[in-house]
């Protein structure tokens, strides 16, 4: 039988490594193994393959996106187990990347896991090569973009819907100003009366649909300003809760406010903050079914004042809670699936460019609370200032 340490050093002489005794090995294994724990460790599929396309090395994430074993893999081609749209043609990007010799990045494609369920992945590559110049295989990196190209199609689809939304608005609004011009007196006033009205409130939907856009491209570029002032939260709350207790009432849902009596002035956009509570209130009494509860409370932390908004709704589903906040997002798990999927994103941003934060709890059928925590001190000798 061999020498352990000849054999060792056989084996790593293709790499240029000469070792002179056991201290040396030990150290190399440690470093090939912490390298190891890094590669494994990255959250996104990487699989190595010899020049013939060979799989040598397949990662726990390239076992969890194919839902192969790194032992099913292991030795086979690329192509039996990626099972790809570009795997057979002279697009496969492995097969590109060794006969160009040059890295290919950002390749968008499709795989096929082991359950035969087609996946969009994101796709990097390059060909390795030994210190000489040799060709030694490639390296493929890649990431499931399922719910990116979800979330893309459901954008395309909302913009769809915001123009003819507007265009239903403008229609309505156009066709009774034509009729009103044109039975001028000869209408009967109840009749012009109802026309006005509901121009008037075609006028106020088109005006929230401008604004939640207007307010979502400031969001994108970064230019939500905020104006910062002082600002009585019990009262900012008191006044919330009026407005919203009219509405409540009429859908038969109770609508309770706990204010903690030393509630702190804070420094903050007041016209913000409203669109903040407004837009959690409105959300709440959406999902909360006649005979419910929403609550509005508030009390003080050391360095926070802390809101907690919370009904006994539909609540959120586990698989939509890590992205409500996300632009265009509307959940799956409820029936109720109105709007653009831009309020929460729009809270989220303006209570971070207070230097706050919210957070969420929720439960399928029993409700949810949304939890805001605002700097009770901010920047008193600014006067405004940008989320960007």
């Not at 909302?158 to 265009?167: E, N, R, W």
């Not at 009596?261 to 409203?274: E, G």
């Amino acid at each position: 039988m061999p020498d352990s340490q000849d054999s060792f050093d056989k084996a790593t002489q293709p790499l240029g490594l000469i070792h002179s005794d056991s201290q040396d090995i030990s150290l190399l294994l440690e470093s090939l193994s912490f390298y190891k724990f890094i590669v494994d460790s990255l959250p996104l599929a990487i699989i190595a393959v010899d020049p013939e396309l060979r799989i040598t090395w397949f990662n726990p994430e390239a076992e969890k996106i194919t839902g192969f074993s790194a032992e099913e893999a292991v030795g086979r081609k690329c192509r039996d187990i990626l099972r790809g749209n570009l795997c057979d043609i002279e697009e496969c990007p492995l097969k590109k990347g060794v006969a160009t010799r040059r890295p290919l990045l950002g390749i968008q494609t499709a795989i096929r896991k082991k359950d035969g369920k087609l996946i969009p992945v994101r796709v990097n590559c390059a060909a390795l090569f030994s210190g000489k110049g040799e060709l030694m295989g490639a390296v493929e990196a890649f990431i499931d973009i399922s719910r990116l190209k979800a979330h893309e199609r459901e954008k395309a689809n909302l913009v769809s819907m915001l123009a003819h939304d507007m265009k239903s608005s403008i229609t309505g609004i156009h066709g009774l100003g034509l009729r009103l011009l044109r039975t001028g007196a000869g209408e009967d006033r109840e009749k012009r009366e109802h026309y006005l009205e509901v121009m008037t409130k075609e006028a106020s939907n088109l005006e929230k649909l401008i604004e939640d856009f207007i307010e979502y491209s400031h969001l994108e570029t970064g230019r939500l300003k905020l104006n910062f002032s002082a600002v009585s939260l019990d009262k900012e709350l008191l006044e919330i809760f009026d407005t919203y207790r009219i509405k409540a009432s009429q859908k038969g849902i109770r609508l309770d406010v706990h204010i903690e009596d030393t509630i702190a002035m804070i420094w903050a956009d007041a016209d913000r903050l409203r669109r903040v509570f407004s837009n959690l209130l409105d959300n709440a009494l959406k999902y909360t079914e006649e005979g419910g509860t929403v609550t509005i409370s508030a009390t003080t932390q050391e360095k926070d004042a802390v809101i907690r908004i919370t009904d006994t709704g539909s609540g959120i589903g586990p698989e939509d809670l890590p992205y409500i906040f996300d632009p265009f997002h509307r959940g799956q798990t409820v029936g109720k699936r109105e709007g653009y999927g831009l309020g929460l994103a729009t809270v989220r941003a303006i209570v971070e460019g207070h230097k706050g934060h919210v957070e969420v709890s929720s439960e399928l059928g029993k409700g949810s609370t949304f939890i805001i925590f605002l700097p009770r001190e901010g920047p008193h000798e600014e006067k405004s200032t940008s989320s960007a």
